[in-house]
């Protein structure tokens, strides 16, 4: 779903305002718009009210934690298409697979990943 401006739409749900600002930024500079969230209610609103074409999900949230959220829209027949990422420092095995298991597209261990990765992840998703 293309806006009017032809951008793509990334929510970008991440509670560290500096990652968060970061990816925002780094994201920007490759013409997606970007929206984000700081905690998992607030994701859940957002995504219905702006139905993003990609998430980039953090779990370690306050309130509901990123599994409850990747939970909640993959139930949601508006929202369960959209492509969901999830970007963490939590990078066990059954993290990964319960990710995968709720829906996840993707699961990358914020260690182990550069933005340069999380954008060219991104970009392959959205082509």
């Given at each position: 779903m293309e806006n009017d401006n032809g951008k793509k739409k990334v929510l970008i749900v991440e509670d560290d305002e500096f990652l968060r600002s970061l990816t925002a930024k780094r994201l920007e500079k490759e013409n997606y718009e970007i929206i984000t969230a700081v905690d998992g209610?607030?994701?859940?609103?957002?995504?219905?009210?702006?139905?993003?074409?990609?998430?980039?999900?953090?779990?370690l949230l306050p309130g509901l934690n990123g599994f409850q959220v990747l939970e909640k829209i993959k139930a949601?027949?508006?929202?369960?298409?959209?492509?969901?990422?999830?970007?963490?420092?939590?990078?066990?095995?059954?993290?990964?697979?319960?990710?995968?298991?709720?829906?996840?597209?993707?699961?990358?261990?914020?260690?182990?990943?550069?933005?340069?990765?999380?954008?060219?992840?991104?970009?392959?998703?959205?082509a």
């Open positions: 209610e607030s994701a859940l609103t957002i995504a219905a009210d702006t139905k993003p074409d990609m998430i980039l999900l953090d779990l949601d027949d508006g929202l369960k298409s959209i492509p969901i990422i999830v970007f963490s420092n939590l990078g066990q095995k059954e993290d990964i697979e319960k990710a995968k298991n709720l829906g996840a597209n993707d699961f990358l261990i914020k260690a182990n990943f550069t933005l340069d990765d999380v954008v060219e992840k991104i970009t392959t998703y959205m």
